[in-house]
């Protein structure tokens, strides 16, 4: 019997045990750590569906030798403004992270990069790599396929997946834009966190396998779920696809592996980065200062009935992060109980995570 309650972890107990895992799991420390800190940035910023509740998937597929634990992309093709790689099928999120370095790297050199990585895996919150580029001054564009779980508009079998597309552009004093989004109506992360921690879905999001809306996590699961404003998220979702997949090389819709339910092969998922210097155009001062004035008078815009403030793209997940940093990240008791089960698994110390009652 396990005597402790879902509760709030400190950021960096969270990360170290988590580090902890996937070294157990077979990985170097570097990509270790970067799937550690990658999973709980995302908890950090309320991104909760793909934080560490990816922890036993990940380790799962790991066991199964379905990736490559040996960190060895290659360049197969390159240009000063470009970079094809291949990821030999190794974590996603350390991939991704080098391509979107590399892609930094090429902008600051030429005013551009653009990197294409394919033969890769589920690289989490696109989010993240986004602010690598914004950091460094650059607008940036990041976008990755997914295993299908959304029909195009139309039509009610899987094709596509849930496709994200993010960006980001830096400001001056305000605070720098982060947009992240699935292309269907919600990430089916929060479908599949609400099917872990027993909780119904609000109607609209999917479709049960009879192809009729449901609010039952479960039955959501196996059917499908829906792009965000209809043919508009399809036609985005497909833009997702042809860049990361057909651009890139690697599977697209239905021939990419299921990270969940195929777990006898590797998911060749393809990632896109395209990477601008913010400076490109105008001097950076001038073009922050001109972002600080669109932000201040979007914000003043005045509110609708029942509106209470307006968002600027990535400003709630921000506000989470700060709330977050400073009391702890919440998991779920069914979240919990899950690491606790990886961690016997390899043998590792639950008790950082754990909060007894
Ligand atoms: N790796 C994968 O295969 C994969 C697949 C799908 C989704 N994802 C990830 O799932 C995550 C969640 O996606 P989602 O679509 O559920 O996000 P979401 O709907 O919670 O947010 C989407 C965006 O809208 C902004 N936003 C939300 N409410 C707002 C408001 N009231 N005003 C202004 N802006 C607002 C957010 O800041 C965010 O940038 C993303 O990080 C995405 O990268 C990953």
Redesign the pocket.
């Given at each position: 019997m396990n005597n402790y309650q879902g509760e709030r972890v400190p950021k960096e107990n969270l990360e170290t045990f988590v580090e902890e895992i996937f070294l157990k799991a077979g990985l170097d420390e570097e990509q270790s750590k970067l799937i550690a800190r990658h999973l709980v940035f995302a908890n950090l910023r309320g991104?909760d569906?793909?934080g560490v509740s990816r922890v036993g998937i990940y380790t799962k597929r790991l066991d199964k030798n379905l990736l490559n634990k040996k960190f060895e992309p290659v360049i197969k093709r390159e240009s000063p403004v470009s970079a094809l790689i291949d990821a030999q099928n190794v974590s996603g999120i350390p991939v991704a992270t080098y391509g979107m370095e590399l892609a930094v790297e090429k902008a600051k050199k030429s005013g551009v990069g653009i990197v294409g990585i394919n033969n890769s895996n589920?690289?989490?919150?696109?989010?993240d790599y986004v602010k690598k580029a914004v950091d460094n001054d650059c607008i940036a564009i990041a976008t990755?396929n997914?295993p299908s779980n959304m029909p195009p508009w139309g039509g009610k079998e899987r094709f596509f997946?849930?496709?994200?597309f993010?960006y980001g552009v830096p400001a001056g004093e305000e605070a720098n834009i982060?947009?992240?989004?699935?292309t269907s109506k919600?990430?089916?992360?929060?479908i599949l966190l609400a099917e872990k921690n027993k909780q119904e879905i609000p109607l609209g999001w999917a479709l049960s396998p009879e192809g009729t809306p449901t609010t039952n996590a479960s039955k959501a699961v196996d059917g499908v779920v829906l792009p965000v404003g209809e043919h508009k998220g399809y036609g985005i979702a497909f833009l997702v696809e042809t860049l990361s997949a057909l651009f890139t090389g690697a599977a697209f819709g239905p021939y990419i592996g299921d990270l969940y339910k195929e777990l006898n092969h590797s998911q060749n998922v393809g990632q896109f980065f395209l990477v601008m210097r913010a400076d490109l155009f105008q001097e950076l001062e001038t073009f922050k200062k001109r972002m600080d004035q669109i932000i201040r008078e979007v914000r003043e815009v005045p509110l609708m009935d029942g509106a209470k403030k307006i968002?600027?793209?990535?400003?709630?997940?921000m506000e989470t992060a700060k709330e977050r940093e400073e009391n702890g990240i919440p998991l779920s008791l069914e979240v919990i109980d899950e690491l606790v089960q990886v961690a016997q698994r390899y043998d590792v110390e639950p008790s950082l995570i754990q909060t007894y009652v």
């Open positions: 991104v569906s793909h589920h690289c989490g919150m696109m989010a990755t997914a997946g849930t496709n994200p993010s982060l947009f992240d989004m699935a919600v990430a089916r992360g929060k968002y600027l793209p990535g400003e709630m997940e």
